[in-house]
């Protein structure tokens, strides 16, 4: 999502992302770059590029949008706890300006004459952060379109009873506010894709919590619907890059960047191939 205000003519870019195959292995820009031609054919400047969290599926443009426009790259306070997790899984040590400034739940931040203000959305991932601005809240994962509902808590650090008091407080909202998914999954019966919804539309029609759902029952709800999904296919590729703002690892002798794949091979090994 581009947010710009049009009298300062500065700018704020959202969960952008880098083009990637995974069979592959090959990374390019052309999605990226078709956001940077619009920003500057409008003659906006970018201030910052926003993460509303660390994405389990897809690679963040955000380094890149930052080297390319000098944009900081901003996100939650919560940030270092997810980086922690998966620096270990990695066995990894993301360089210490992965990112310009982190966010504290509450903290606003100047856009020309707009305000955006933080506020902490954790449950789908620890460091979760909506982006207030003006009538607008850009939720990235933590609501879906109110026909698919919300998103899964088994990740690392998530935890559906956050989730759960996350979505309360969007809930404590107007009725008008508007919220702009990261993603849309075509619910069935829909066979064009959408990003915009309104709390009004969540508390009174998201089929996993509206209004009057019970925390209990969401929690049961979240429990048994995240234990039948696989993993995100991206998401071993892209947490590793994600934690680290974007930044690929560091180039090896021979000049070729390369990611790591953990692997969980059985309790006993696997006799003559683990050692």
């Known amino acids: 999502h581009l947010v710009s205000e049009r009298e300062s003519g500065v700018a704020a870019l959202i969960d952008p992302v880098l083009d990637f195959d995974g069979a592959s292995g ?3 820009t052309d999605s990226v770059d078709a956001f940077l031609a619009d920003i500057s054919s409008r003659s906006i400047r970018l201030k910052y590029v926003f993460e509303t969290h660390i994405h389990a599926d897809h690679l963040t443009a955000a380094a890149y949008v930052g080297a390319k426009t000098g944009a900081r790259i901003i996100a939650s306070a919560a940030t270092p706890r997810t980086q922690a997790l998966f620096e270990a899984v990695y066995d990894i040590r993301c360089p210490g300006n992965s990112f310009d400034y982190l966010l504290n739940d509450g903290e606003t931040l100047p856009l020309g004459a707009l305000t955006l203000k933080a506020v902490a959305t954790p449950g789908h991932t620890i460091s979760c952060m909506t982006l207030l601005i003006e009538d607008c809240a850009f939720v990235g994962d933590t609501l879906f379109m109110p026909e698919y509902g919300t998103p899964r808590c088994d990740f690392p650090g998530g935890d559906a009873s956050t989730l759960f008091a996350s979505i309360q407080k969007l ?48 929690i049961s709800m979240r429990k048994a619907r995240d234990a039948k999904l696989n993993a995100p296919k991206l ?3 892209a947490v590793q890059v994600n934690i680290c703002g974007g930044r690929l690892p560091r180039p090896h002798k021979n000049g070729t960047h390369y990611l790591q794949l953990p692997l969980a091979p059985p309790k006993n090994g696997i006799p003559g191939v683990t050692t």
């Open 235 to 237: 998401m071993l590729p």
């Open 26 to 28: 090959r990374i390019w």
């Open 171 to 218: 809930y404590a909202l107007p009725d008008h506010i508007r919220l702009f998914s990261a993603h849309d999954y075509l619910a069935p019966g829909r066979d064009h894709f959408a990003w915009e919804s309104t709390i009004k539309e969540h508390r009174e029609h998201n089929i996993h919590l509206r209004c009057d759902t019970s925390r209990d029952a969401f």
